[in-house]
């Protein structure tokens, strides 16, 4: 089975920075999509970052400028690095991947963004 792993949530300042990673059982390169996508208390999930096996990374622009994603195909992790981070980020976050019609998702990490 495919099981993705996410770590890296913590507690952060506003203007505070974070990475987060995510280790997925089976090669990047056997999914069309891999990204990462949040919730926040009492809002729908929403996509962050994603970044395809060929092609242009995505940002949703709330977050443009301000995060990065990358993968490390040889060592099947993906990564999100955030700064200059506000109190609306504060969520869970979740990787995902995509092969075909179906979708994976990691457990989760909680991303708290408090002074």
């Known amino acids: 089975q495919v099981e993705l792993v996410d770590s890296g949530g913590d507690l952060v300042q506003p203007g505070g920075s974070l990475r987060l990673s995510c280790e997925i059982s089976?090669?990047?390169?056997?999914?069309?999509?891999v990204g990462w996508y949040r919730q926040a208390p009492g809002k729908q999930r929403e996509v962050v970052a994603t970044?395809?096996?060929?092609?242009?990374?995505h940002y949703t622009g709330s977050v443009k400028g301000r995060c990065t994603i990358w993968k490390d195909n040889a060592r099947n992790m993906v990564y999100l690095y955030m700064m200059n981070m506000k109190s609306e980020d504060t969520a869970i976050y979740y990787c995902?991947?995509?092969?075909?019609?179906?979708?994976?998702w990691g457990q989760g990490t909680q991303v708290t963004v408090s002074s």
């Open positions: 089976e090669p990047i390169a056997s999914f069309s999509v």
């Open positions: 995902n991947a995509l092969r075909g019609a179906l979708e994976y």
């Open positions: 970044i395809p096996i060929a092609g242009d990374t």
